[in-house]
């Protein structure tokens, strides 16, 4: 049954990007920046109510009166495609920073290319560090929000990795609070595999942390340990008590 209903979404799941590439891109161009977040995430709606209702998924989500009315960083744990889409329709307008191989996907990516995301070449991990550092205040001085996942890359429910300090930085660079966000996604929507679950999925959004007066050290230590503890209570998989990962930079999806 899980196999049927995956085939299904990801049946509509095409023919939406396909709708909406050519119903909207033409359209999205001429409209100002905030206006294009509005017209593209009527595609993130989409998705999650589609994916909600076909796989039998039932959403619960705490913490909404916490997303400040202005710019901040959100820093999530990453598991799986979902977050990538309801993290737009949180908190928008929000700037993703993502790998730069996401803006040569058909219709997909070049939907991307007009939300002016930060995009990342990862096999030069300097150069990368240094473009998030310089765009990410310029976005949330725009009054953009910043989208950063922490862990770098999807990370499978179940493991850890180690949490690097970008978004933190840039938070303190232009004195925002950071919101930081904890889901249990890749569980209904696996990272590594097509079939999806039914079941619950749990996203819990922080109270803002404020950086003013505090390291970007200090921060992330503090989302950090938000992020891991809601984890473990909204997880059916068991969390590790210790990171498996090794150290390297890591700064996208």
């Not at 949330?140 to 300090?165: A, C, D, H, M």
Request: overall charge positive; proline content about 9%; hydrophobic content about 45%.
């Amino acid at each position: 049954m899980n196999m049927l209903r995956s085939l299904i979404f990801y049946l509509v799941y095409f023919l939406a990007i396909l709708f909406f590439g050519l119903v909207c891109l033409p359209i999205t161009p001429l409209l100002p920046l905030r206006a294009r977040y509005k017209l593209l995430n009527l595609y993130n709606h989409f998705i999650i109510a589609w994916f909600a209702l076909i796989c039998g998924v039932r959403y619960e989500v705490h913490g909404r009166e916490h997303v400040p009315t202005g710019p901040v960083v959100i820093l999530a744990n990453h598991q799986c495609e979902w977050e990538t889409l309801f993290l737009q329709v949180l908190k928008p307008p929000v700037c993703t920073v993502l790998k730069q191989e996401l803006l040569r996907l058909p219709l997909f990516g070049w939907a991307l290319r007009l939300l002016h995301p930060i995009a990342l070449d990862r096999s030069r991990p300097a150069r990368a560090m240094k473009q998030v550092l310089s765009q990410g205040p310029m976005r949330l001085k725009e009054g953009l929000s910043v989208l950063i996942f922490p862990e770098g890359t999807r990370v499978e429910p179940g493991q850890r990795r180690r949490y690097n300090k970008s978004g933190a930085v840039i938070a303190c660079r232009a004195g925002v609070p950071v919101m930081p966000v904890a889901h249990n996604g890749g569980e209904r929507w696996p990272g590594r595999h097509w079939v999806k679950n039914p079941g619950r999925l749990t996203v819990v959004v922080g109270e803002p942390i404020a950086t003013q007066g505090r390291t970007p050290e200090e921060v992330l230590v503090r989302v950090e340990e938000w992020i891991e503890s809601q984890l473990t209570l909204i997880s059916d998989v068991p969390r590790p008590s210790r990171v498996t990962d090794t150290p390297t930079s890591r700064l996208s999806t």
